[in-house]
């Protein structure tokens, strides 16, 4: 089973709103990603937890704030957006967190649309 | 130059033809390469990894050449279902990964 969740599959949200992005995997990967994926691009590294630890932060603007709780799951908190934000976002997990690391699987995706 | 390149596309092709993608990349030191999948407003979804002996799966085809830095993937006996937008992704000393921009493959009957 190579399956990592997603809630909510859509979400419309207010510049002044806060929300926050779930993620889940029970594969016992210990390696988690959010991506952003604006329209006819491929997929842009937001962050990446290595065995539950930040290990790279792309420049994300603070707005985005991730967090993970335990090792199967990746919160993505939203605050103050602009439109320009909107996009699909993309939580991927893989089996290590090593460098060079091994083939990741994404999962469905939010749709976040920024009014 | 970009670190991973590849023809946008689109490439028409009939059902039942072979079809050919070609991915250059430009860090020599990088580790593992794969081929992605995505279909329009989907995930991307891993079609397969690539080594350097080459390797099969069914009617797709995956071949490396470290010397030129490049990969390649082959679909024989194009199905209508194999339309998609195929990424070539690279990995080197780091977690990421670096996604070609995509090419477009359009099967029609």
């Known amino acids: 089973d190579t399956e990592v969740t997603q809630t909510p599959k859509h979400l419309v949200m207010g510049m002044t709103n806060k929300k926050s992005l779930k993620c889940e995997q029970h594969?016992?990967?210990?390696?988690m990603y959010w991506y952003k994926q604006k329209a006819k691009k491929p997929p842009e590294l937001m962050f990446v937890?290595?065995?539950?630890?930040?290990?790279i932060n792309e420049s994300v603007p603070s707005r985005f704030s991730p967090e993970c709780p335990n090792s199967s799951l990746l919160n993505l908190h939203l605050h103050a957006l602009q439109p320009e934000d909107s996009a699909l976002y993309l939580c991927?997990?893989?089996?290590?967190?090593?460098?060079?690391?091994?083939?990741?699987?994404f999962g469905p995706g939010t749709r976040l649309t920024v009014t | 130059r970009k670190e991973v390149e590849q023809d946008p596309g689109p490439f028409n092709v009939p059902e039942g033809a072979t079809v050919a993608f070609n991915c250059t990349y430009s860090?020599?030191?990088?580790?593992?390469f794969f081929w992605y999948r995505q279909d329009c407003r989907k995930e991307p979804k891993l079609l397969m990894s690539?080594?350097?002996s080459g390797n099969e799966d069914g009617r797709f085809t995956a071949q490396l050449n470290r010397a030129s830095q490049y990969i390649s993937l082959l679909i024989r006996d194009s199905k209508l279902s194999d339309s998609a937008t195929y990424l070539c992704?690279?990995?080197?000393?780091?977690?990421?990964?670096?996604f070609g921009t995509g090419t477009r493959l359009q099967v029609f009957p």
């Open positions: 991927a997990s893989s089996p290590t967190g090593l460098a060079g690391t091994p083939e990741q699987y």
């Open positions: 594969m016992g990967h210990r390696a």
């Open positions: 937890y290595s065995y539950e630890k930040l290990s």
């Open positions: 860090n020599s030191a990088s580790q593992s």
């Open positions: 690539v080594y350097s």
């Open positions: 992704v690279v990995t080197y000393n780091t977690d990421k990964l670096i």
